[in-house]
C-alpha cells in the first residue's frame, strides 16, 4: 500500500511537471528548400508539418509560364503568385513531393517580392550583407511558427553527414537555453513604431548527420521516384554562385538573370540620383564585378548542367 501511495505521489509530481512545461514533446517540422536532400528528409523522416518558403518576383518578365499552376501556388501561399526567382522547377519539385509522401506541404513565402526588399533597404544582398536568406526564408517561417504555436517547435534540417560544417555553424547561434530566436512584431507602440519581442522559437535536430547520410545514398533513392528536380537549388542568380556558373546561367535562365542585372541598375540610379558614393556591396552581387559584366564574358568552352554540382550553387542557409 504504501508502494502505491509512492507511485501515484511520483505520477502527480510528473503531472505538475507536465503542466508547467518543463518537459513537453516539440512539435517537429521538416524544413524543404526543393532540393534532394531536404526531399529526402521529408521522405524517410516524417513530421508534424512539412514547411516550403518560396522566394517571389513581381516582374512580369520572369512570369511563371503555367497558369493553372501559377494559380494553384497563389492559393497556396494566400497571395498572388507571378514567378519565382528561384529555377521554376521547384514548383514541380513541391508540387510532386506533397503527392509523393502523401502528406500536406505547408507553402509559405515574405510579405513582400525580392525587388520589394530591395527597394525598402536600398541596397543588394551578397556576401558583404547576406540578408536574403533571412528575409526571404527564415523570417516567413518565423511568422509561420508564431501565428500556429505557442512554444518552439524542433527544426530537422537536411544536412549530410559530411555537412558538419554547417551543422557547427546552425549550433553556434544556439542561446543558453539551447534554442535559436525569433525576433517578432507583436504590436505597436504608442508612437506607432512595431513592438518587438524575442522568443525560443526552434531546437535544431540533423538527422541526416546522426544516421551518417551521405549524397550517393540520397541520388540512389531518387533515381526511380517520380519527384522533379531542378539540377541547381537556391535562386538562379545566387552570388554564392562562381563566376563560369552564373554565365552559363545567364545561357539557361536568361530573363530572371536579367533581373538581377536590373537590380543592380536600379541601385545605381538612385545613388546618382541622390548624388551619393555608395560603397559597392551596396550595388553589386559580387563584387568587383557587375552582372551585366558577367553576362557579357565570353566563355572558352561549352558546358552544360552537368558540369556543376550543388556545391557550386552555395547554400542558402537552410
Known amino acids: 500500500m504504501e508502494d502505491l501511495k509512492q507511485w501515484q505521489e511520483q505520477i502527480l509530481q510528473l503531472t505538475k511537471y507536465n503542466k508547467n512545461n518543463l518537459i513537453k514533446a516539440m512539435k517537429t ?30 516582374d512580369k518578365d520572369c512570369i511563371y509560364p ?9 492559393d497556396k501561399i494566400g497571395v498572388e503568385f507571378i514567378g519565382t526567382l528561384e ?38 544582398p551578397n556576401v558583404a550583407q547576406r540578408w536574403c536568406t533571412n528575409m526571404l526564408k527564415i523570417e516567413p517561417m518565423q511568422k509561420w511558427w508564431y501565428k500556429n504555436f505557442e512554444e518552439p517547435i524542433e527544426a530537422r534540417l537536411g544536412f549530410r553527414a ?9 549550433l553556434s547561434k544556439l542561446n543558453e ?5 525569433a525576433k517578432v512584431v507583436v504590436g505597436k507602440h504608442t508612437n506607432g513604431n512595431n513592438k518587438w519581442q524575442e522568443f525560443d522559437w526552434e531546437k535544431p535536430s540533423f538527422p541526416l548527420i546522426d544516421d551518417g547520410i551521405y549524397k550517393d545514398t540520397i541520388e540512389e533513392y531518387w533515381k526511380d521516384k517520380n519527384v522533379r528536380f531542378a539540377s541547381i537549388n537556391n535562386c538562379v542568380g545566387c552570388f554564392n554562385q562562381n563566376l563560369i556558373l552564373l554565365r552559363k546561367r545567364f545561357d539557361w535562365d536568361s530573363k530572371k538573370m536579367d533581373w538581377f542585372i536590373k537590380q543592380e541598375k536600379f541601385m545605381q540610379e538612385y545613388q546618382k540620383s541622390k548624388n551619393k558614393t555608395t560603397p559597392s556591396h551596396y550595388d553589386k552581387w559580387k563584387t568587383p564585378y557587375t552582372y551585366e559584366q558577367i553576362k557579357n564574358h565570353k566563355l ?4 552544360f548542367e552537368s558540369d ?7 547554400y542558402c542557409g537552410l
Request: proline letters at 1%.
Open 29 to 58: 517540422v521538416n524544413n524543404i528548400s526543393g532540393g534532394k536532400t531536404s526531399a529526402y528528409l521529408a521522405a524517410n523522416y516524417p513530421a508534424d508539418f512539412n514547411l516550403f518558403s518560396l522566394v517571389r518576383t513581381n
Open 66 to 74: 503555367d497558369a493553372k499552376l501559377r494559380q494553384i501556388v497563389s
Open 87 to 124: 529555377d521554376d522547377k521547384i514548383i514541380h519539385t513541391i508540387l510532386d513531393l506533397e503527392q509523393y509522401i502523401g502528406k500536406k506541404i505547408e507553402w509559405i513565402t515574405s510579405d513582400f517580392t525580392f525587388e520589394d526588399i530591395i527597394f525598402q533597404r536600398k541596397s543588394i
Open 162 to 170: 559530411n555537412e558538419q560544417r554547417r551543422k557547427n555553424n546552425v
Open 177 to 181: 537555453n539551447g534554442f535559436i530566436t
Open 300 to 303: 572558352q568552352l561549352d558546358l
Open 308 to 314: 556543376f554540382n550543388e556545391c557550386d550553387s552555395g
